[in-house]
């Protein structure tokens, strides 16, 4: 996981650990900045969509989830971008100690701070851990690896304009907690992978092209955070490279380069599969 907002509890492990944070710009920005994210991780998606077309921002995106969501940075940019603006007292306190209290119940969803503002469509975000609420996102506290999760996220999606719930955008940055054991951990990001695969062929919006090549509907994207595994490249082949217009892979510069961590930006899904 590439940042976890908690204090580590080794006396070496956490000199170290603040010596890093206390060198680290996309830190240093977190905490300088006036919307406060609540994660790095928020300044690997803005690099990552200003760098690939803004695609957040494009009118047509409407639908967005965001797998593997807490602390919320994510959200909070999706949000942003889809036009909903988000106030910094929502956040959690600085290097994330999360306010248990403000902390929303499984698939609850706050209509105060819904009416406060109005943005673009839907943002649904999951996760094991609570998510404290924000502006325009609705959350969901559960085990995306349960069965019967891509039912909940489909009907959270659903509107008067969406009936089926489709996502145009699905974003993954999820990662297992490591339990120490390679072999173990290295193949659950794999089949972190293979389970946001199998959710986004049912849920992503498909590209349309006329008879005569012009493209009606540029189809869903799909962000997908992976780790090294032996069949990575099998996996990109047959899952994403055949099923997608094109495929990319992404190092963004806020990723740490000693992190394995990788992301795959997937545009134009088929809708073959
Ligand atoms: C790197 S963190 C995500 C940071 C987030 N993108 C942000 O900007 O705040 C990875 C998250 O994946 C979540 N996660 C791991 N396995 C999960 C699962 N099976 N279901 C739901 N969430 C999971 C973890 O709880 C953790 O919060």
Same mark, same amino acid.
């Given at each position: ?8 509890? $080794? ?6 650990? =603040?010596?890093?944070?206390? +060198?680290?710009?996309?830190?240093? *920005? ?11 991780? #928020?300044?690997? %998606? ?9 695609? =957040? ?48 119940? +499984? ?21 094991? =851990? ?9 959350? %969901? ?14 009907? *959270? ?37 293979? #389970?946001?695969?199998?959710? #986004? ?10 008879? +005569? ?10 962000? %997908?955070?992976?780790?090294? $595994? ?29 992190? *394995? ?13």
């Amino acid at each position: 996981m590439s940042f976890r907002p908690t204090l580590p509890l $080794h006396k070496k492990s956490s000199t170290a650990w =603040l010596a890093r944070q206390s +060198r680290d710009p996309f830190v240093k *920005a977190r905490l300088s900045s006036p919307s406060s994210y609540r994660s790095r991780s #928020a300044f690997k %998606l803005i690099e990552l969509d200003d760098k690939w077309g803004r695609f =957040l921002s494009c009118p047509s995106v409407r639908s967005v989830v965001d797998l593997g969501a807490a602390p919320g940075g994510w959200s909070q940019v999706v949000a942003e971008r889809l036009g909903w603006t988000f106030d910094a007292e929502d956040n959690v306190e600085e290097f994330g100690l999360r306010e248990e209290a403000k902390v929303q119940k +499984r698939g609850s969803w706050s209509t105060e701070l819904e009416n406060k503002s109005t943005g673009r469509g839907k943002i649904v975000a999951l996760d094991l =851990l609570p998510i404290v609420p924000m502006l325009g996102v609705q959350t %969901l506290q559960m085990d995306f690896l349960a069965p019967g999760s891509a039912r909940v996220i489909r009907d *959270a999606l659903k509107s008067p304009q969406n009936p089926e719930g489709t996502a145009d955008v699905v974003l993954s940055d999820m990662a297992a907690n490591f339990s120490g054991n390679k072999i173990r951990d290295t193949q659950s990001s794999l089949d972190i992978c293979h #389970a946001v695969f199998d959710f #986004a062929k049912g849920a992503l919006t498909a590209r349309q092209v006329d008879e +005569r090549g012009k493209v009606l509907r540029g189809g869903g994207i799909l962000l %997908l955070k992976h780790f090294a $595994h032996p069949s990575l490249q099998e996996f990109r082949k047959e899952c994403l490279e055949s099923n997608f217009h094109l495929v990319h892979y992404i190092k963004p510069e806020s990723s740490r380069s000693d992190s *394995a961590e990788g992301y795959w930006l997937c545009r134009g899904w088929l809708g073959r599969a």
